[in-house]
């Protein structure tokens, strides 16, 4: 079954600390990975894909295929950070992103 | 271009009732998937629309269908209502083109089942 884990719910730190939003997925195949972020308020959107290997806002993530993990990471969190995070293999065979529970992340000034 | 809109935003319906929820993709993209998302369970996906045909579908109940017409809009209908269909439901649009696969989000519809 496919399957992901993100195995924390909240993770607060203060601005300019490191973070690391952790993901492990359990999938057939070579899904496409993905991090999604809504915002208090606004729609999920899109942060960043792993086949771009881009960094957006400051984020970026590594795939580790031997570990099955795709973990979110930027160096120096800031405020506008605080949000909901989601981890999300995408299989283009049956079109489905299969989403993480979800983690909020907690910026303090 | 515009983004994903959803009409209506809100819902509030009783047991029994049914319900439809209506969803238009960006311009141009011609796959409309819904996604139903709980605090309970999450994000879970329960259909894709592509040229106004079911393409994949999610684990769910008969109860939850939807249609896709020619101009890529889509509708999803919930029938006979029950208390647990209570939810925000999310429409993606999704993009493929080269070297790229990517689904944008709708607002969402928030559905209040009493």
């Known amino acids: 079954a496919q399957r992901v884990t993100q195995p924390e719910k909240l993770l607060s730190v203060f601005k300019g600390a490191p973070v690391e939003l952790k993901c492990n997925y359990s999938?057939?195949?070579?899904?496409?990975l993905f991090w999604y972020v809504q915002y208090s308020r606004q729609r999920l959107q899109l942060l960043l894909r792993?086949?771009s290997r881009e960094s957006i806002k400051g984020f970026t993530a590594d795939l580790n295929k031997g570990e099955t993990s795709f973990h979110l990471k930027k160096p120096f969190a800031q405020e506008e950070d605080s949000a909901m995070y989601y981890c999300?293999?995408?299989?283009?065979?049956?079109?489905?992103?299969?989403f993480g529970k979800g983690i909020t992340l907690s910026v303090r000034p | 271009k515009a983004g994903v809109t959803q009409t209506p935003r809100y819902l509030i319906k009783t047991r029994g009732q049914q319900v439809t929820l209506s969803c238009s993709p960006i311009?141009?993209?011609?796959?409309v998937s819904w996604y139903q998302q709980t605090p309970g369970q999450g994000l879970q996906f329960l259909f894709e629309?592509?040229?106004?045909?079911?393409?994949n579908k999610g684990n769910f109940p008969g109860r939850f269908s939807g249609r896709q017409f020619s101009n890529s809009r889509s509708e999803m209908n919930v029938s006979t209502l029950e208390l647990g269909d209570s939810a925000l439901y999310l429409c993606?649009?999704?993009?493929?083109?080269?070297?790229?696969?990517?689904?944008?989000f709708g607002p969402g519809t928030r559905l209040t089942v009493l």
């Open positions: 993606a649009s999704r993009y493929q083109g080269a070297g790229t696969d990517t689904q944008y």
């Open positions: 999938y057939s195949g070579s899904p496409e």
């Open positions: 792993h086949i």
């Open positions: 999300a293999p995408f299989n283009g065979a049956n079109s489905k992103l299969t």
């Open positions: 311009s141009g993209h011609r796959s």
């Open positions: 629309y592509f040229s106004e045909t079911q393409r």
